[in-house]
């Protein structure tokens, strides 16, 4: 399996640009994660997904970040206009079931200026 | 205070010696876990742990409910498990509360 994928793996852009994220969880995998991964605040959960269907969003940070799951291989996370302090690594996980061992992609590296 | 307290922050240690990074947690959990970035910033999923111990090669895990406490030994530490080694109590849904991270440098 290739495991997590996900895309692009480094994106430059410029303040009020919109990003779009995208992962392939593993296939077989019925629970998907973004997380984000900043110096000053280390991993922290932004939303996660079962069965294509979020589940708790309490973690993205405001209205400008929206994430979709339209099928069981590919998921988006976007920004909405992006600002400098979104700047951080993004990383999509997936797990066979809920509280399952959870599997990392590369991580797509942002960098808002 | 943090959900999720890691000790120490950053650890070194030569060669050969036996490193222990420690975990307290303040939530209830259905398991946890302990994940290994390495510092080209891929993340490795080790061990998921909700009772008693787990080894695998020269790492072992092990969580004392009770206590809330959970450590990660190394055994015969080597240069390559250099690392960030990250500390993440998970709920019933799945979701991952993190530490910190503990940042690991075994000099030769």
């Known amino acids: 399996d290739a495991g997590v994928i996900q895309s692009p793996r480094h994106e430059v852009t410029e303040m009020g640009q919109e990003v779009t994220l995208r992962c392939k969880p593993i296939s077989g995998h019925n629970s998907l994660f973004w997380y984000r991964q900043t110096m000053m605040r280390g991993l922290e959960l932004l939303i996660y997904f079962n069965n294509n269907v979020p589940i708790d969003d309490s973690g993205m940070p405001e209205d400008r970040f929206s994430a979709k799951m339209p099928n069981a291989s590919f998921s988006t996370l976007k920004i909405q206009p992006s600002e400098p302090r979104d700047s951080a690594v993004y990383f999509c996980?997936?797990?066979?079931?809920?509280?399952?061992?959870?599997?990392f992609g590369p991580g797509t590296r942002l960098l808002v200026l | 205070k943090n959900e999720v307290e890691q000790s120490p922050q950053n650890l070194t240690a030569q060669e050969g010696e036996f490193i222990t990074i420690n975990c307290s947690y303040s939530v209830g959990i259905s398991a946890l876990h302990w994940l290994q970035q390495h510092p080209g910033g891929g993340i490795v999923s080790l061990f998921m742990?909700?009772?008693g111990k787990k080894k695998h090669g020269r790492l072992i895990a092990t969580i004392n409910i009770q206590e809330k406490h959970s450590s990660l030994h190394i055994t015969a530490s080597h240069p390559r498990d250099s690392a960030v080694y990250i500390c993440a109590v998970g709920g019933s849904q799945g979701n991952l509360i993190f530490g910190k991270g503990t940042k690991l440098s075994v000099k030769p």
């Open positions: 996980a997936s797990s066979m079931g809920q509280g399952q061992t959870q599997y």
């Open positions: 742990l909700s009772s």
